[in-house]
């Protein structure tokens, strides 16, 4: 079965600190791959989503940046961030137009 | 742009009484999905539909993809405290390629 993995689990890093997100999957290859911010517990802004190594696609401008080095992991990362980049990210995995599985998420705060 | 319009935004009901929750839009989706999600936790899948006018049931929870593939609803009979969380509709479409989230109905069900 497949299964997927984020870490941390929960991040509290200063404003113009970097930041590194991961996001592996296990169980499946050559899936698609999405980053998503969620904010005050409600929708979904999708950020980045990639459908190979090395192949991403940014959604919105902002402050962030995604890479995928091998075909089932994926990262999310900055180099200063912001207090606005606050948020709960939850990585996604997909092999089929339809559905997502997501992983448990990152609870990132900025101070 | 898509969008999809979630419907109420909050819900506080007792337990054992009805419910409907809607997601509605002004674009044809080829599918639709519906997530609940616990906080501190990743979205979990409950269901896709495909076909306009498609009922799923699960359990107490019906799902049904409207006609013209632009809305659907979510009603759990005889609701029960395991059911309070956040419920997500989300819309496939081929011209876009990406899920589109609506904004989600918080569910509150007190004993």
């Known amino acids: 079965s497949q299964t997927i993995h984020q870490w941390p689990a929960t991040l509290v890093q200063p404003v113009g600190s970097p930041l590194s997100l991961e996001c592996t999957v296990e169980g499946t290859s050559n899936p698609n791959l999405y980053w998503y911010r969620q904010a005050a517990g409600r929708g979904l802004q999708l950020l980045f989503y990639?459908?190979?190594?090395?192949?991403i696609s940014s959604e919105v401008p902002q402050n962030l940046s995604a890479s995928r080095p091998q075909d089932r992991q994926f990262i999310l990362s900055s180099k200063k961030l912001l207090l606005s980049d606050s948020g709960f990210y939850l990585c996604?995995?997909?092999?089929?137009?339809?559905?997502?599985?997501f992983g448990p998420g990152t609870r990132l705060t900025v101070t | 742009t898509q969008l999809l319009e979630q419907s109420p935004q909050f819900l506080s009901i007792q337990e054992g009484e009805n419910l409907t929750v809607y997601c509605n839009s002004s674009s044809v989706f080829s599918s639709l999905q519906w997530y609940r999600q616990e906080p501190g936790e990743g979205p979990v899948l409950l269901v896709t539909?495909?076909?306009?006018?498609e009922v799923k049931k699960l359990k107490r929870l019906t799902f049904q993809f409207g006609d013209a593939r632009k809305d659907s609803s979510l009603h759990i009979t005889a609701a029960q405290t395991g059911d309070t969380g956040l419920y997500l509709c989300?819309?496939?479409?081929?011209?876009?390629?990406?899920?589109?989230f609506g904004q989600g109905t918080i569910l509150t069900v007190h004993p």
């Open positions: 990639s459908v190979g190594i090395g192949q």
């Open positions: 989300a819309g496939h479409s081929t011209s876009y390629g990406k899920l589109t």
């Open positions: 996604a995995w997909s092999v089929s137009q339809y559905e997502q599985y």
């Open positions: 539909v495909v076909t306009g006018g």
